[in-house]
């Protein structure tokens, strides 16, 4: 197995794992509040229109869905970040494996199940697959994906 360096300044291991599992915390926390506060106001101004007599019940119902599938899409981005801070032994290095072209294989520990399951919206999309063998998750990543 391969290992990148993360710490690059001679500090622990587990010090710079516990900083980068803060620092993915703080994002999903604060994207989490601002998607939680698009959808809360996307569904007032969907019953407002509806008491008004307007017929914006199409674009609504689309934008609804749309950002609850934004909501999936960052929750999978979290779980991607957290499945690369699972991965960082206690020497505060990366291990790894690279498979074949577009293939890496991540040691996640206990929470290879849990982190390969929440990675299932980018799956659905086709940016990734994935699958779990153990502890190990192997990401593959499409040659051609459509932007």
Do not use: C
Request: charged share 25%; proline share 3%; no cysteine.
């Amino acid at each position: 197995m391969r290992t990148l360096a993360t710490d690059g300044s001679g500090s622990d291991g587990a010090d710079w794992k516990r900083t980068l599992e803060e620092a993915a915390g703080a994002a999903g926390h604060e994207a989490r509040n601002a998607l939680n506060g698009l959808m809360v106001n996307l569904e007032v101004v969907r019953a407002m229109a509806q008491r008004a007599g307007y017929d914006a019940e199409p674009f609504m119902g689309q934008a609804v869905a749309q950002s609850e599938d934004s909501g999936r899409l960052t929750e999978a981005a979290i779980a991607l970040l957290n499945l690369v801070i699972a991965a960082v032994g206690p020497d505060g290095r990366l291990a790894f494996q690279r498979g074949e072209a577009g293939q890496i294989r991540l040691d996640a520990g206990p929470e290879a199940e849990r982190l390969s399951a929440a990675l299932q919206p980018l799956v659905d999309r086709g940016a990734m697959a994935v699958e779990r063998y153990g502890s190990t998750v192997i990401l593959r990543i499409p040659e051609e994906r459509h932007e």
